[in-house]
């Protein structure tokens, strides 16, 4: 997994959990577009994330404007938040000034 | 009974029209397919050729044309295939009855990319084509009420299609090898 992707999604979930679409949007408009996440990268990125234990999943519920199939929420869990908190220097240091919750 | 028509005149083919009963809203049923081949064969655009009664027989031409005699035998390329049309067919159906009346398909949404992504989604596990397919679709849905173009549509359904079959290739194969990737 790109470590901008893991260490965007990591930064973007500590303010709450969020399903694919949400997070790809919360990526993009937290790093002013330095970060752009697709498809192709962002649900093997949290797939990735859930293995390693730092976020787990739920499903809500089922949506007639996907058809009836239910969103996929992602939210860190305490090992997620303590790599979270631990990955901000880094985080700071790749995105500078783009990351306002980061850096303040 | 279920008609299937052939493309023995002028006019639109038989694959346009089906695509556009998919496209309408509510999507046309059988009986409106029949209705719209004997309403152009009155007119002169000179559709159908035949049919399949209940029982898989070929039965023989039931509406007349212009310049083609009933039971004329069409020219092989001109007319499509039972089984083709019957997928065709089945496939507007199944759309139409299953996923927008019962699955509460966004009405927004092409039929045909619903059906694309019903076919997909049986084949890949259950959790990779409802999160990557439903927030598709809720892209999708987004990006027609905004008015973007049919191709844009077109390649966003192909660029799911692509990434939901990849991911499911990771997941399976990450699964077979048992590997736990850190």
Redesign the interface.
């Given at each position: 997994m790109p470590v901008a992707a893991r260490a965007a999604l990591l930064q973007v979930l500590v303010h709450g959990e969020g399903?694919?679409?949400d997070l790809i949007e919360r990526v993009r408009s937290r790093t002013n577009g330095a970060v752009v996440l697709?498809?192709?990268s962002i649900?093997?990125a949290l797939?990735?994330l859930e293995?390693?234990g730092l976020v787990t999943s739920r499903?809500g519920d089922p949506?007639?404007?996907?058809?009836?199939?239910?969103?996929?929420y992602y939210k860190l869990t305490a090992l997620g938040q303590d790599e979270a908190l631990a990955n901000r220097d880094a985080v700071i240091g790749l995105f500078g000034t783009l990351i306002p919750e980061v850096t303040r | 009974m279920t008609t299937f028509c052939g493309k023995p005149g002028p006019g639109p083919s038989w694959s346009v029209i089906v695509r556009q009963a998919a496209d309408a809203d509510p999507p046309w049923g059988i009986e409106d397919l029949e209705t719209i081949a004997e309403h152009d064969a009155r007119i002169g655009l000179q559709y159908c050729s035949w049919y399949i009664d209940g029982f898989g027989n070929q039965v023989t031409t039931r509406v007349n044309f212009k310049g083609r005699v009933p039971g004329d035998p069409y020219p092989e390329d001109e007319v499509l295939q039972p089984v083709p049309a019957l997928a065709l067919v089945a496939g507007v159906s199944l759309v139409g009855t299953v996923d927008r009346e019962r699955a509460g398909l966004p009405p927004n949404v092409p039929s045909w990319a619903a059906l694309l992504f019903r076919i997909v989604e049986h084949v890949v596990p259950k959790r990779v084509a409802g999160e990557q397919i439903g927030d598709a679709l809720e892209v999708i849905a987004s990006d027609i009420h905004h008015g973007r173009a049919k191709a844009w549509i077109a390649l966003k359904v192909a660029s799911t299609l692509f990434w939901v079959m990849v991911n499911a290739t990771r997941e399976i194969v990450g699964a077979a090898l048992g590997r736990d990737r850190k």
């Amino acid at each position: 997994m790109p470590v901008a992707a893991r260490a965007a999604l990591l930064q973007v979930l500590v303010h709450g959990e969020g399903f694919g679409l949400d997070l790809i949007e919360r990526v993009r408009s937290r790093t002013n577009g330095a970060v752009v996440l697709h498809q192709g990268s962002i649900y093997p990125a949290l797939r990735a994330l859930e293995r390693e234990g730092l976020v787990t999943s739920r499903e809500g519920d089922p949506l007639p404007e996907r058809g009836g199939r239910p969103r996929v929420y992602y939210k860190l869990t305490a090992l997620g938040q303590d790599e979270a908190l631990a990955n901000r220097d880094a985080v700071i240091g790749l995105f500078g000034t783009l990351i306002p919750e980061v850096t303040r | 009974m279920t008609t299937f028509c052939g493309k023995p005149g002028p006019g639109p083919s038989w694959s346009v029209i089906v695509r556009q009963a998919a496209d309408a809203d509510p999507p046309w049923g059988i009986e409106d397919l029949e209705t719209i081949a004997e309403h152009d064969a009155r007119i002169g655009l000179q559709y159908c050729s035949w049919y399949i009664d209940g029982f898989g027989n070929q039965v023989t031409t039931r509406v007349n044309f212009k310049g083609r005699v009933p039971g004329d035998p069409y020219p092989e390329d001109e007319v499509l295939q039972p089984v083709p049309a019957l997928a065709l067919v089945a496939g507007v159906s199944l759309v139409g009855t299953v996923d927008r009346e019962r699955a509460g398909l966004p009405p927004n949404v092409p039929s045909w990319a619903a059906l694309l992504f019903r076919i997909v989604e049986h084949v890949v596990p259950k959790r990779v084509a409802g999160e990557q397919i439903g927030d598709a679709l809720e892209v999708i849905a987004s990006d027609i009420h905004h008015g973007r173009a049919k191709a844009w549509i077109a390649l966003k359904v192909a660029s799911t299609l692509f990434w939901v079959m990849v991911n499911a290739t990771r997941e399976i194969v990450g699964a077979a090898l048992g590997r736990d990737r850190k």
